[in-house]
C-alpha cells in the first residue's frame, strides 16, 4: 500500500524536470568541452575571421569567442525548455535550470582543459582567458526566460484592461 505524500510534498514527477535540466547540462557541458577543444586548439578561418588570427596574443580571443557562441546557445536551448515546461512550480525549474547551466559551463572548460593539447611540444591546454565568460550561459538562459515571461505579461495586461 502506498502512502500519501505530505501536503505541500513535491512528488517525484515534479522532481523530473529540475534534475533533467540540472543533470542535462552538466552531460552536455561535458559534450561541449570536446567540441570547444576540437574548435579551439586551431581555430579554423571561418571562425577567427580575415585575416586569419595568428598572433599568440589574438588565439585566446578567439577561443572566449567560441566558447561564448556553444554556451550561450546552449543556454538558449535550455531557457526554451524552462519556458515550455516550467508548470506549476517555474522557480524550483528556473533555479534548477541556472545550477545546471553554471555546471555545464564550468564542466565545458574542465574537459576541454583535460584533453591533449593540439601539439605534443606545446604546455598549454585549451582554456579560458576571460573566465567570466562561464556566465554567458546562465546569463542567456534568464535572458530568454525574462524576456519571453516579461513580454507575456505585458500581453496579458493590456488585453485584460483593453
Same mark, same amino acid.
Given at each position: 500500500m502506498r502512502r500519501a505524500a505530505a501536503p505541500g510534498? &513535491?512528488?517525484?514527477?515534479?522532481?523530473?524536470? &529540475?534534475? /533533467? @535540466? $540540472? @543533470?542535462?547540462?552538466?552531460?552536455?557541458?561535458a559534450l561541449l568541452g570536446v567540441a570547444w577543444w576540437a574548435l579551439a586548439r586551431r581555430p579554423a578561418a571561418w571562425l577567427v575571421g580575415? &585575416?586569419?588570427?595568428?598572433?599568440? +596574443?589574438?588565439? &585566446?580571443? /578567439?577561443?572566449?569567442g567560441s566558447f561564448a557562441v556553444l554556451t550561450a546557445?546552449?543556454?538558449?536551448?535550455?531557457?526554451?525548455?524552462? @519556458?515550455r515546461r516550467a508548470g506549476e512550480r517555474p522557480l524550483?525549474?528556473?533555479?534548477? /535550470? $541556472?545550477?545546471? +547551466? @553554471?555546471?555545464?559551463?564550468? $564542466?565545458?572548460?574542465a574537459t576541454a582543459g583535460a584533453l591533449p593539447p593540439s601539439d605534443p611540444a606545446?604546455? +598549454?591546454?585549451?582554456? $579560458?582567458? +576571460?573566465w567570466a565568460v562561464v556566465l554567458v550561459q546562465p546569463l542567456v538562459l534568464t535572458?530568454?526566460? /525574462?524576456?519571453?515571461?516579461l513580454s507575456s505579461a505585458l500581453v496579458g495586461w493590456t488585453r485584460a484592461t483593453g
Open positions: 510534498a &513535491p512528488r517525484s514527477g515534479d522532481l523530473r524536470l &529540475p534534475f /533533467a @535540466l $540540472l @543533470l542535462g547540462q552538466a552531460l552536455t557541458g580575415e &585575416p586569419v588570427v595568428v598572433s599568440s +596574443a589574438q588565439l &585566446p580571443i /578567439a577561443r572566449d546557445t546552449a543556454g538558449l536551448v535550455a531557457g526554451l525548455v524552462v @519556458l524550483q525549474v528556473l533555479g534548477a /535550470a $541556472l545550477a545546471g +547551466a @553554471l555546471s555545464g559551463s564550468l $564542466l565545458t572548460v606545446a604546455a +598549454a591546454h585549451v582554456s $579560458l582567458y +576571460a535572458c530568454v526566460v /525574462a524576456v519571453v515571461s
